[in-house]
């Protein structure tokens, strides 16, 4: 299955959001995340929210779901 996701309407705050509030990163977030980190247009307060949520799933603060 696969994911298109038009990166002028994603907002990676929300996503953050998101993920923070369920505890966990779904397949759903994970193709987003990929996709923004793909399209290399990333500010540098994009890449620290991106590199924060990593870390978390690293420490065990997030979990991820299938």
């Given at each position: 299955m696969q994911f298109f996701v038009?990166?002028?309407q994603f907002n990676l705050v929300?996503?953050?959001?998101q993920v923070w509030k369920t505890g966990s990163i779904n397949?759903?977030?994970r193709?987003?995340?990929r996709s923004a980190l793909?399209?290399?247009s990333l500010s540098e307060?994009?890449?620290i929210i991106i590199n924060?949520?990593?870390?978390?799933?690293?420490?065990g603060?997030?979990?991820v779901v299938s």
């Open positions: 038009n990166i002028s929300d996503l953050c959001f397949q759903a977030h193709q987003q995340l793909l399209a290399e307060y994009d890449q924060r949520m990593l870390y978390a799933v690293r420490r603060w997030l979990k």
